[in-house]
């Protein structure tokens, strides 16, 4: 498998998740996850947001608010069960979602939303992420979801005897999810990370510094040399609609999660309603690969 900064759309067809890891292993901290919210209206009309996310710099899609038992992404036409292979075929990217795992008994630091069943990593949801063909899972939680890292570790065990080796998880939070004790600084430990990884999380998702209280370079980079120990990969999110601040905040962002050493670089879904701000995706990009690599992930055909 090539590296993901040389893989084009039909490298990442024929690739399952086990071949995703190995490219981005290859390529060195330079890989760009964007996330979208699914069901939110575009941000011009003529164009998907996944497609908006992809042609600025984005090497993985990542569905947020999606329903498997209900599949919709606002600006895309396709039978349910197409839905993903059409984002796919229009995108060029590998797709993943997001699953939620609730936590029903856990002390909520606020008043919490309530989920429909296919967005909650349940057994059948999980089943259903198999039949829509995804490439990916993301076993987090949403603001007011009441999810925490206790049913994190179940919803990895599950996912991993449901899946196998077709779609890889990344598990963990970009923030608190309602839940208290399990935000800022304390919003994971080292602990937590042994467990998920030996759970089945091949990647573990960690809040770039900068993003939520308490998390510094040194401190987050002490759990991605964890992580790497046990060989699983770090994703370094921005979960807390930083992805709509200045471009300065964007790169100081981006290096600094480089410096921490992230495998994966994501970026959130609220810089515009549903979608990063396209130029900071793009700013991102630029600012851990460069503008060649970038400039290439932009404008590379889907028909290659």
Known sequence: MKRILNCVASDFAKANGKELLQSIQASEGRTVVSE???????????VSNPE???????????????????????????DADQLVERVKELTGRPVGINLEPVDIEAEAAEDLLTLSEGRVATTASLEKVKELGLDFICLTGNPKTGVSNNEILKAIKRAKDILGE?????????????????????IINEETIQYFIEAGAEVILIPSPGTVPGISVEQAQKWVDMIHKYEALAMLTIGTSQEGADTQTIRQLALQNKMVGADLHHIGDAGYFGIAIPENIMDYSIAIRGKRHTFVRMAASINR
Do not use: T
């Open 52 to 78: 908006m996310a992809a042609a600025f710099g984005a090497d993985f899609i990542l569905l947020n608010v999606f329903d498997v038992f209900q599949p919709e992404v606002a600006g895309v036409k396709a």
């Open 166 to 186: 077709s779609v890889f998880i990344i598990a963990g939070k970009m923030h608190g999810a309602g839940v208290k004790g399990e935000a800022g600084s304390e």
């Open 36 to 46: 979208i919210v699914s069901p939110a209206a575009p941000l011009y009309p003529e």
